[in-house]
């Protein structure tokens, strides 16, 4: 399975975005992955990711967001990374507002996809990667916060 770090992009990670609704930053999420290649029908995309947050939010509680679909808007498998100025309401598990959102997309066919979702799950519980993430400075920063955590959880 590959990394994090090898399906995302340093220029997919957005810091202190603005946005102040869920729908706004998805559709920015999207757009940067659009212009790395890995999405290829944003206005797909998006509305499959929309159709997946109505059956149940991917807000996972603890401030973060992970949400996902697979979709033929998806050239491949990708990863992109907000980190919002000022939490936003997402209808998390738990009620709070979201200030990290790891957006995941991927073809129909569920190559690696759920991998995927389990490994963001795992190594943000394991360690202290979204305090670190919070905390960084640059998007070249935020990537070596993943890689390092990614290192230490999977040798």
């Known amino acids: 399975m590959a990394r994090?770090?090898?399906i995302m992009d340093e220029s997919a990670i957005l810091f202190d975005l603005p946005q102040a609704d869920k729908d706004?930053?998805?559709t920015s999420l999207v757009e940067?992955?659009?212009s790395t290649g890995a999405v290829i029908d944003a206005d797909q995309m998006v509305a499959d990711i929309r159709a997946r947050e109505k059956l149940?939010?991917?807000g996972i509680g603890g401030g973060i967001a992970v949400p996902h679909a697979q979709s033929r808007g998806a050239g491949r498998l990708a990863l992109s990374l907000a980190r919002l100025s000022n939490p936003i309401?997402?209808?998390a598990l738990d009620g709070r507002p979201v200030q990290l959102l790891f957006l995941v997309v991927g073809p129909e066919d569920r190559s690696g996809f759920i991998r995927v979702l389990a490994r963001i799950s795992r190594l943000l519980y394991s360690g202290d990667l979204q305090r670190n993430l919070l905390r960084a400075r640059s998007p070249a920063e935020a990537m070596e916060l993943i890689r390092v955590e990614e290192s230490r959880i999977t040798g």
Do not use: G, N, W, Y
Request: a negative charge.
């Open 89 to 91: 309401e997402f209808d």
């Open 24 to 26: 706004t930053v998805i």
């Open 4 to 6: 994090l770090s090898d």
């Open 32 to 34: 940067v992955l659009e």
């Open 56 to 58: 149940m939010s991917t």
